[in-house]
């Protein structure tokens, strides 16, 4: 048996309670117990750890994770990598996202087939470091939707697989469940970076969709969704989607249903990317019209105000930005943290608890992680300075002091 105790702490518990000062046991990949700082544990042979009065809090949950994306400035560049190299940046992408404090992550699509299910096996079996992964399939998308850069004269690939027709969709939902994905993704709406298809717009039928769910069900998977406008919302929903991504554009009927489903269904807007790409990408060589720059900045703007007001109904709504851009790399996904605050009115705690006991509901792991509990999963993160003061610090690798995942240091503590 291998133990560790922390102490010297101040401990933020993910339950909601106020922080306090206090010690942790760790006995191999469980926290056994979580004591004040007095009267103390009697720890036996167990390693010390002095935490120096930081904040030992729960690991970091991304509910919308592309450990796969390359931090690209523009999506095709993903589609001529080939296979074995973008695995390796896969890989060095996992590391960076322990170490920035993220222990468990639920894929949002996987930029080629397979790179979630073989990434998600070889953490799984200790062949490399990175959070516990949720895999998913590439992004099922139509002709001319989120996804599809091909062009007439010269067949292009990219980080979406096109298909067309309810017997397209599953047969490639089947191919995904053989390959072993946790999660099928689709991109029912449009997007604001999509000419042909922008976010207001519907894409996939109500056949493809139910397509979709009939494979998810037969097979035990997840489904997640694409989608900006509130038709598709209301589509995915009649689907028995749980996971949908934007909802920026909903009405009050997709607001009224996303209530009435609200114990069932996660919403994770990713505020993150269209903020960062509205004001920091044009360095980047990302230029937008007139008319695409209002467009933007009005679904931003709509989405803010739809999610404080599915905030408000009680609708779990959860970090997690599209980070793997060049303006919104991998690792930056704390960031979003900062955004639900500063944009959407969460407190530093509420914004905290949608990215740890929030998140791991969204793994399906509530009773395993995101809390600093006895019996639960040794996923801690040792943080230097006070989250609940400026959640932003989270954002700082050097304020990342330490990353234990499963009772093992990822990244030790120096002291």
């Known amino acids: ?34 004591w004040p ?18 904040t030992l809090m729960p690991g970091l949950i991304e509910p919308h994770s ?8 523009r999506s095709v560049e993903m589609g001529s990598i080939p296979p074995e190299e973008h695995m390796l940046i896969t890989v060095r992408n996992a590391r960076k996202m322990l170490d920035m404090g993220f222990t468990s992550c639920f894929s949002a699509a996987s930029a080629k087939p397979r790179l979630d299910v073989v990434l998600r096996n070889a953490i799984d079996a200790g062949e490399f470091p990175g959070p516990r992964t949720l895999a998913a399939s590439p ?30 969709f599953r047969r490639y939902a089947r191919l995904m469940c053989r390959e072993g994905v946790d999660t099928l993704k689709m991109n029912i709406s449009g997007d604001a970076g999509t000419p042909a298809s922008p976010s207001h717009t519907t894409v996939m039928t109500e056949a493809e969709v139910a397509a979709v769910s009939e494979v998810a069900r037969a097979h035990g998977k997840r489904l997640a969704a694409h989608t900006r406008s509130a038709e598709s919302v209301k589509l995915a929903l009649r689907h028995g989607v749980d996971v949908l991504y934007h909802a920026t554009l909903i009405d009050s ?10 114990e069932r269904v996660f919403v994770a807007p990713t505020l993150g990317s269209l903020y960062a790409t509205l004001h920091e990408s044009e360095s980047w060589g990302i230029k937008f019209s007139p008319v695409q720059r209002r467009a933007m900045e009005d679904e931003l703007n709509t989405g803010i105000e739809n999610m404080k007001a599915l905030k408000k109904r009680g609708v779990r709504v959860l970090p997690g930005g599209d980070y793997g851009v060049a303006w919104a790399p991998i690792g930056a996904n704390a960031r979003d943290l900062d955004h639900f605050v500063r944009l959407l009115g969460f407190s530093p705690m509420e914004a905290i608890l949608a990215a740890t006991k929030s998140g791991a509901q969204i793994m399906h792991m509530s009773e395993r992680t995101g809390c600093v509990q006895p019996g639960f999963l040794a996923d801690l993160v040792l943080v230097k300075g006070d989250p609940l003061a400026d959640v932003a610090i989270l954002q700082g690798e050097d304020n990342i002091l330490a990353v234990m995942k499963e009772g093992e240091f990822h990244k030790p503590f120096a002291g």
């Open 253 to 262: 009927e997709a607001r009224d249903l996303l209530e009435a489903n609200r």
């Open 1 to 34: 048996m291998t133990r560790t105790f922390i102490k010297d702490v101040r401990i933020l518990d993910g339950t909601g309670n106020p922080s306090f000062p206090g010690q942790v046991l760790v006995e191999n990949e469980f926290i056994a117990g979580v």
């Open 66 to 73: 592309h450990i796969t994306f390359t931090n690209y400035t």
């Open 139 to 168: 992004e099922m998308t139509v002709t001319s939707g989120l996804g599809d850069v091909r062009l007439s004269h010269l067949y292009r690939e990219n980080f979406a697989v096109v298909l067309d027709g309810a017997d397209e």
């Open 37 to 54: 700082s007095a009267p103390g544990a009697n720890v036996g042979d167990a390693r010390i750890v002095g935490g120096k009065g930081a």
